[in-house]
Nanobody, 115 residues
Framework: QVRLVESGGGSVQPGGSLRLSCAAS????????MGWYRQVPGMDRELVAI???????TYADSVKGRFTISSANTRNTVVLQMNDLKPEDTGVYYC?????????WGQGTQLTVSS
């Protein structure tokens, strides 16, 4: 069983920075990719950023140039550095990991960007 533990999130003013971390634990063979999705009320979860085991990453157009995703700790941890935050970045951020071909989700962490 895979467990994804998220940390970070909170409230920040526009233009501020914040970091989200997600660590995978449990018994598994390989993490194929890890990333972050965002959900706002009434909308589906949408991709924010994802990084593959090989190191290549994909970003939503709305966060390109502001967010950076990276992996650490033998690729079992993913970090999302968020800079120049905007009110439209507000939402619940979920960590997602493809582990041994199965999709796993974290419990979600709230990010609020407001003055």
């Amino acid at each position: 069983q895979v467990r994804l533990v998220e940390s970070g999130g909170g409230s920040v003013q526009p233009g501020g920075s914040l970091r989200l971390s997600c660590a995978a634990s449990g018994t598994f063979f390989r993490i194929n990719n890890m990333g972050w999705y965002r959900q706002v009320p009434g909308m589906d979860r949408e991709l924010v950023a994802i990084i593959a085991r090989a190191g290549n990453s994909t970003y939503a157009d709305s966060v390109k140039g502001r967010f950076t995703i990276s992996s650490a700790n033998t690729r079992n941890t993913v970090v999302l550095q968020m800079n120049d935050l905007k009110p439209e970045d507000t939402g619940v951020y979920y960590c997602r990991a493809n582990v041994d071909g199965y999709v796993n989700w974290g419990q979600g962490t709230q990010l609020t960007v407001s003055s």
